[in-house]
C-alpha cells in the first residue's frame, strides 16, 4: 500500500516561509517522479513545482518561479519550501509520485494527470 503523507502545513503572514516534507512509503523511491501541486478554493489544481526521479530535473510554475526550492533526497522525502508567501500561496498542497522508467524531462514533469498516487494535502494559509 502506497502512502505520501505531507506535513509542514500552516498560518504565516504574507513574507513568511514554510518548509513541507513528503515521506513516501514506496519500495523504491529513486525510481518515482514526485510533484507539488495545490488547490485553492475554487480554482482548478496545479502544479506548483516537481523533480524527476534522479534530482537532476525539474519543474517550477511561474507564479512561484525565485521564491520555492524543491528538493529530494535519497531514502523516501520529498520537500518544498516557499520563500517569500503570498496570500494567492493560501492553498491544501498535494505531494504525487508517478513511476518513472527512466529520467524525465522538466517539461512533462508538471501533468498531474500521470501521477498515480496522491497525499491527503497540507493547508497553507496566508494572511496579509
Known amino acids: 500500500q502506497v502512502q505520501l503523507v505531507e506535513s509542514g502545513g500552516g498560518s504565516v503572514q504574507a513574507g513568511g516561509s514554510l518548509r513541507l516534507s513528503c515521506t513516501a512509503s514506496l519500495r523504491t523511491f529513486s525510481v518515482y517522479d514526485m510533484g507539488w501541486f495545490r488547490q485553492a478554493p475554487g480554482k482548478e489544481r496545479e502544479a506548483v513545482a516537481a523533480?524527476?526521479?534522479?534530482?537532476?530535473?525539474t519543474y517550477t510554475a511561474d507564479s512561484v518561479k525565485g521564491r520555492i526550492g524543491i528538493s529530494r533526497d535519497y531514502a523516501n522525502t520529498l520537500y518544498l519550501e516557499i520563500n517569500s508567501l503570498k496570500p494567492e500561496d493560501t492553498a491544501v498542497y498535494y505531494c504525487?509520485?508517478?513511476?518513472?522508467?527512466?529520467?524525465?524531462?522538466?517539461?512533462?514533469?508538471?501533468?498531474?494527470?500521470?501521477?498515480?498516487?496522491w497525499g491527503q494535502g497540507t493547508q497553507v494559509t496566508v494572511s496579509s
Open positions: 504525487a509520485a508517478r513511476f518513472a522508467a527512466r529520467d524525465s524531462p522538466a517539461y512533462t514533469l508538471n501533468d498531474g494527470a500521470s501521477y498515480n498516487y
Open positions: 523533480i524527476s526521479r534522479s534530482g537532476h530535473n
